[in-house]
């Protein structure tokens, strides 16, 4: 097990956000947190990766406590790949090179430049590696800060909203990229999402959030429509397509 969620509490300005959420996830698995807008699902994210300090509960990361750690600890085990990446002038290179951050002690070494490498190659990136982040376009820039937080190497990734605004081509980049590092490195990876369908296609798991609690969480091809219209409050169909289950909303 590489993810251990349990007894999660937060809120701010006296409103409880979060109560008691509890899940597990292990390498090679890619869960996807589903729910309404303002549920909490980004607050969730930050809360795993300890930018949130939760009032109660446990962040276990290889059986360590993320909430004890110093942020150089957490950098070292987890990646976090935030909804909107700032665009700087750094090259593509140096942006993704600034992933190795927790691992170089006095002098970027070979092994940094060899990851950078490999990772934009990954992502195919490369033939951009010297160009500026801030001519990219917003698929690039993406899969940019996907490259930086694999150059970590953590053992869990954390993605709020990785495809959102992106075109139907990155979206499939991406996300296909994204389910072949994680059963190829043995990662755990959270993505959160709004797209239904997007996420019942690439998710090995899925955990629905509804009113700050968890209101169900398990393999992506057992969401069923009561789960979905008690969530969403829209009564909805669950048609299989070339073997993966699409959402469409009745009537």
């Known amino acids: ?47 795993i990766n ?32 935030a909804q909107r990446s700032e665009a700087a002038r750094l090259t593509v290179f140096d942006a993704v090179l600034m992933g190795r951050k927790p691992h170089i002690v006095w002098r970027v070494g070979e092994k940094d430049l060899r990851m950078v490498d490999s990772a934009l190659k990954r992502l195919r990136l490369d033939h951009l590696s010297l160009r500026h982040i801030d001519q990219l376009s917003g698929g690039e820039l993406q899969k940019v800060a996907i490259a930086r937080a694999l150059v970590q190497e953590p053992k869990l990734l954390l993605l709020d909203e990785p495809t959102s605004s992106l075109d139907l081509r990155s979206q499939v980049d991406i ?3 994204l389910r072949h590092v994680v059963k190829g490195h043995n990662l755990a ?9 997007t996420a ?27 789960v979905v219209e008690e969530v969403y409050g829209l009564p909805v169909h669950i048609h299989t397509v070339q073997g993966h289950p699409m959402v469409v909303p009745a009537g």
């Open 175 to 177: 996300l296909s990229m």
């Open 50 to 81: 300890a930018i949130h300090a939760p009032a109660k509960g446990k962040v276990l990361v290889e059986d360590r406590n993320v909430l004890r750690m110093r942020p150089a600890e957490i950098a070292l085990g987890i990646g976090y790949v």
């Open 1 to 47: 097990m590489i993810l251990s969620v349990s007894g999660l509490d937060f809120g701010y300005n006296g409103k409880s956000v979060l109560h008691s959420v509890e899940f597990d996830l292990h390498g090679g698995e890619l869960l996807a947190i589903l729910g309404p807008n303002g549920v909490g699902k980004t607050t969730l994210l930050k809360c």
């Open 189 to 197: 990876a959270i993505m959160t999402m709004h797209d239904l369908n």
């Open 200 to 226: 019942l296609r690439y998710a090995d798991k899925v955990l629905f959030l509804k009113d700050g609690r968890i209101h169900s969480t398990g393999p992506a091809c057992e969401v069923t429509p009561d």
